[in-house]
């Protein structure tokens, strides 16, 4: 089956019911209006993604999640660019910087961001090439593409609905005294946890946008969420906003457990 | 299961991967290359890349594990990803190559600057014939009297034991001090 056309004709969610339901390998290129994106998968599961000039190399989707930060990523870059990803990623795991799970999951959040990205393309000519894999020393995800399937076809009518509820970001955000639903059952992505712990009504869903990196519209869609789970509510914005920003605090470790620990571990060093 | 990490670091050939060795339960995850370079050829024939990985088991939720830096230069780049959330760290220093007491000051102030944990200096090398005296090389080092330097042999465990167990006070001198 050779499968070609352009996306006015055959939308990227279409597409990608296709894939998954011959459970597809190969890679999906489509040529946008101003550039292309490469959509790998094995088995009709999304396996790897990349856009346009878009550097989609692991550390620098690391930096993109906050992950390293901008000094790390250029000392990378200068001293460790001989390593490819896949090394890369082994050592940072050897290291106990990361684990594979989040190496995994921050693949995948990305690759996610770029089909989601193409949901917006209406127009350009795609073709599926089945010879096409992704390169060998990168590392692929295993991702079901039902759930992106579910969300590109809600997404037009919740984006309009979006800006229907939160029809301004310029207001604040508390968590409700009683909420409906414990913090703990959510399933919340990486991302939606960065944003709870930025709730607080002095900080207006704005700021928090941009200490998260959110576009209007992804910050929309966390909020609605945490909304619609009645974990949260919108509360107004006092005279003066505040500009720094409040962060949750970490629970220390009490002192006590600290020093018993330092205990612990002297008493095992000496009977070495 | 908790784990607390600690950092052993210092210049090139210092003695940091043989330090861990001696102590680790695990045969040490050092990732070694063959060396490159002449001048450092003449030193020694294999170096740390990126990190050393050793582990002592403290209980069964308590597990301490020891990093090793790679001790050249050009891996730096990875210290300040090792040192993040360390407990404590130690710099190696060679006892019988003043010419890099210096660059060990430096490691020292730039660890110091990830993290204000508290750390030990260890003279290793201390049963070669050349190795120099502690108190001159607290001076050479302009360590403050009140920073810890200790003999330190890194093929001898008791001696090691010693180091990991200073620190250890240290660490457990800090935490009491800072109660309020
Ligand atoms: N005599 C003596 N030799 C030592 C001692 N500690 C280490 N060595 C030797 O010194 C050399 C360097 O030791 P390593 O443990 O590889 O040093 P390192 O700090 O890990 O070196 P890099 O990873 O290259 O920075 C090796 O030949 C060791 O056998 C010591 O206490 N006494
Ligand atoms: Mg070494």
């Given at each position: 089956m050779a499968l070609r056309g352009n996306l006015r004709d055959f939308t990227v969610t279409q597409l990608l019911n296709l894939i998954n339901l011959a459970h597809k390998s190969g890679t999906l290129v489509i040529d946008g209006s101003n550039e292309t994106a490469q959509i790998s998968f094995r088995d009709g599961k999304l396996a790897y993604a990349q856009i346009g000039q878009e550097d989609n190399h692991l550390a620098a989707i690391l930096h993109r999640f906050k992950r390293l930060s901008a000094g790390q990523l250029r000392a990378i870059h200068l001293r460790a660019d001989h390593l490819n990803d896949k090394e890369l990623g082994l050592l940072l795991i050897n290291a106990g910087y990361i684990s594979q799970e989040e190496i995994l999951s921050l693949l995948q959040s990305y690759f996610i961001d770029v089909v989601r990205r193409l949901?917006?393309?209406?127009d350009g000519a795609f073709q599926f090439e089945y010879n096409l894999h992704p390169p060998a020393d990168r590392i692929p995800i295993r991702l079901d593409l039902e759930n992106l399937i579910i969300e590109g076809a809600r997404q037009l009518r919740e984006w309009e609905q979006l800006r229907e509820e939160i029809p301004s970001l310029e207001m604040g955000l508390k968590f409700l005294d009683?909420?409906?639903?414990s913090i703990q059952k959510m399933n919340l992505s990486l991302e939606e946890w960065r944003v709870v712990s930025y709730i607080n009504p002095k900080n207006t869903i704005k700021q928090i946008a941009s200490v998260t990196k959110l576009n209007d519209m992804e910050i929309r869609r966390i909020i609605y969420g945490l909304l619609q789970a009645g974990l949260v509510e919108v509360v107004r914005q006092g005279s003066t906003p505040r500009v720094e920003i409040l962060r949750s605090p970490v629970t220390p470790l009490f002192k006590e457990k600290q020093i018993s620990l330092v205990q612990r571990l002297i008493t095992r060093i000496r009977s070495i | 299961m908790q784990t607390v990490k600690m950092v052993v670091t210092g210049p090139f050939s210092a003695g940091k991967t043989q330090f861990i060795r001696s102590v680790s339960e695990i045969d040490v995850v050092a990732t070694e290359r063959k060396i490159s370079t002449p001048d450092e050829r003449a030193i020694k024939q294999a170096t740390t890349v990126a990190m050393d990985f050793g582990r002592i088991t403290v209980d069964n939720d308590l597990v301490l594990y020891l990093f090793g830096t790679p001790g050249q230069k050009r891996f730096d780049f990875m210290w300040e990803i090792l040192s993040e959330g360390m407990l404590g760290f130690i710099v190696m220093i060679d006892?019988?190559?003043?010419?890099t007491f210096r660059e060990g000051r430096s490691i020292l102030e730039t660890f110091r600057a990830y993290a204000p944990t508290p750390y030990v200096v260890a003279a290793n090398k201390q049963d070669e014939p050349d190795a120099w005296e502690l108190e001159d090389m607290r001076n050479a080092l302009r360590l403050s009297p009140n920073i810890k330097l200790l003999p330190c042999v890194a093929t001898q465990k008791e001696a090691v034991k010693n180091v990991l167990l200073e620190l250890l006070y240290s660490i457990l001198l800090e935490m009491d001090g800072s109660e309020k």
């Open positions: 949901f917006k393309w209406v009683r909420p409906e639903t | 006892s019988t190559r003043p010419e």
